[in-house]
């Protein structure tokens, strides 16, 4: 449905903030956002892009007091940014520009709400498959790297994706991925992880400025809060005892390639004594990282993984990656999650 208006909502012309970049000599609309940033544009390239813009213009009658230096003006009761960003990408660039350069989340997520809210299909399709390709692991995704270090498993997940994402971003990806936004179950699973990774923990339930606006805060309904806060400690548990579940594996069955008479087994053995005593913090985001390769190595493997031969260290750190896959594969059960589809 189209917005309606009223005259008290259209400021006059000495009260708006032109927008610096946005304020085209052969615009024929004005779009003002929040009362009073002004963006002056194409009306047949808006039109092109929305159904819900075309009929605005269509059916919206503009008086003389709402005539801005020649032009109708529009309300759209959106965020400046969020609509900077919008028009940017439809005046400047169309759908096909944000599937070139990295764009940060926030740029994306402002062009998802706007093109979500005024049914810029092809916009919406391109922005939201962007922030898809960063959250649902398919072949190849960052996430599935487990032979990487977390961080820069996590510099190549934005290069790979092409999007500059903040832990603090998870939030407001979280919410956009809700039903009543983009309505995509499958980015969920990771959202919600990447909250529990915030340096933060007030994020959680204070939630996030968005950008340019401190007065508007991205926040997880009271639901999505509780589901991070309990999986937060059962997310490091299971980063403590994946460990013990590959020391075993690795123990249990004799290993015909080692290279010192079987003694191998008997180090294993130790490894995973030693483990079972071990108290020490786990750090939630190397869950899904190789043992070797984890910011905090477990003190087991680095008190033994020289007294192991090298086939045994290698098939030590492959029950590793497999121990990676399943703990991928179980990350809906951790935030009570029922997805259909996840890593299938």
């Not at 032979?147 to 500059?164: F, N, T, V, Y």
């Not at 299971?238 to 249990?252: F, K, P, T, W």
């Amino acid at each position: 449905m189209s917005p309606t208006t009223t005259d008290e909502e259209h400021p006059g012309p000495g009260t708006l903030v032109k927008d610096q970049e946005l304020w085209l000599e052969d615009g024929n609309i004005v779009i003002v956002a929040n009362g009073s940033h002004a963006f002056r544009v194409l009306k047949s390239l808006l039109s092109r892009v929305s159904p819900v813009l075309k009929d605005i213009f269509e059916k919206e009658k503009c008086k003389p007091d709402r005539i801005v230096e020649g032009c109708p003006s529009i309300p759209f009761y959106d965020s400046p940014t969020d609509v900077r960003h919008f028009l940017r990408t439809v005046i400047l660039g169309g759908p096909g520009s944000l599937r070139q350069a990295s764009l940060p989340f926030a740029t994306l997520a402002s062009i998802i709400r706007i093109a979500h809210k005024y049914e810029a299909t092809a916009l919406l399709k391109d922005a939201s498959s962007r922030l898809e390709s960063f959250l649902i692991p398919r072949p190849g995704h960052w996430l599935e790297q487990a032979a990487l270090p977390w961080e820069a498993r996590w510099d190549m997940g934005q290069q790979q994706c092409g999007i500059s994402f903040e832990p603090s971003d998870a939030v407001s990806a979280v919410n956009l991925a809700l039903p009543s936004m983009l309505d995509m179950p499958l980015m969920l699973p990771l959202a919600f992880y990447l909250c529990s990774l915030a340096d933060n923990a007030l994020i959680l339930r204070h939630g996030v400025e968005r950008e340019d606006e401190p007065d508007v805060r991205d926040v997880l309904g009271d639901a999505d809060y509780t589901r991070c806060f309990l999986a937060i400690p059962k997310l490091s548990q299971q980063c403590h005892a994946s460990v013990g579940r590959i020391l075993y594996a690795a123990m249990s069955e004799a290993f015909a390639g080692c290279r010192l008479n079987r003694t191998c087994k008997d180090r294993l053995r130790e490894m995973f004594v030693y483990h079972a005593r071990d108290e020490g913090p786990c750090l939630v985001h190397d869950l899904f990282v190789r043992l070797d390769r984890r910011t905090s190595p477990p003190a087991a493997f680095v008190q033994y993984k020289d007294t192991l031969c090298q086939p045994c260290l290698d098939r030590l750190l492959a029950l590793s990656e497999e121990e990676c896959a399943k703990m991928r594969q179980k990350l809906p059960e951790f935030f009570h999650l029922d997805v259909e589809g996840w890593q299938s």
